[in-house]
Structures are given as C-alpha cells and as structure tokens.
C-alpha cells in the first residue's frame, strides 16, 4: 500500500510560483515512478509529468515544458513539482499519483495509487 498525501497549492497571480509535494508512505518509494495530473473545472484529467523510480528519469508534456520541473527527494519519500511562470490556465487541481505496479511501461501507467489533490488557481 502506498498513500500519497499533495500539500503546496494555492492562490498565485500569473507570473508567479509555487512548489507542490506529494508525500508518499511506504518502503519501497525509490523504486515507485510518480506522476503529476491535473484537472481544470469541466475538463478532464490531464498528465502534466512524470518522474521514474531509481534513475529519476523525467517526462515533460508540452504544457509543462520550460515552466515546471519535477523531482525527487528519496530520503523524504517525497516528490516536488516547481511551478514557474503560472498562467491562469495552469489552474487546476494537481493529483500525484504512482505507479506501484509497474505493468505498463513509463511514463504511461497505469498508475493505480493517487493522492487527495492540491487546488492551484492563478489569477490574472
């Protein structure tokens, strides 16, 4: 079993920044690949980024590319998403979630533990 606890959101004007963490439980974390997403009012759930396990290899879509970087603190059990240069349309609520049992392949999934989620609005 592996929780995941979000903490970090909040309100930002456009220009600005924020650091989201997802704290995780459980012993095995170093090996667990972790994901981003995100989910804007009447839209669906979007895939932001992604981290692997061991090498903390990263995946950036294009909406997170240049603004937001991803990563790991291993020791922490914890993963980071530095938000930078936040748009109004970055605003969402941010889910991390991890891919406990590797059946597909990175950074694909499927990942089967989410946490809670962290609201992130940016006003104009």
């Known amino acids: 079993q592996v929780q995941l606890v979000e903490s970090g959101g909040g309100l930002v004007q456009a220009g600005g920044s924020l650091r989201l963490s997802c704290a995780a439980s459980?012993?095995?974390?170093?090996?667990?690949?972790v994901a981003w997403f995100r989910q804007a009012p009447g839209k669906e759930r979007e895939f932001v980024v992604a981290?692997?396990?061991?090498?903390?290899?990263?995946y950036y879509t294009d909406s997170a590319k240049g603004r937001f970087t991803i990563s790991r603190d291993n020791a922490k059990n914890t993963v980071y998403l530095q938000m930078n240069s936040l748009k109004p349309e970055d605003t969402a609520v941010y889910y991390c979630?991890?891919?406990?049992?590797?059946?597909?392949?990175?950074?694909?999934?499927?990942?089967?533990?989410w946490g809670q989620g962290t609201q992130v609005t940016v006003s104009s």
């Open positions: 459980g012993p095995t974390f170093t090996r667990i690949a």
């Open positions: 979630a991890a891919d406990v049992s590797r059946a597909g392949t990175w950074p694909g999934g499927p990942y089967d533990y």
């Open positions: 981290i692997s396990g061991i090498s903390g290899r990263t």
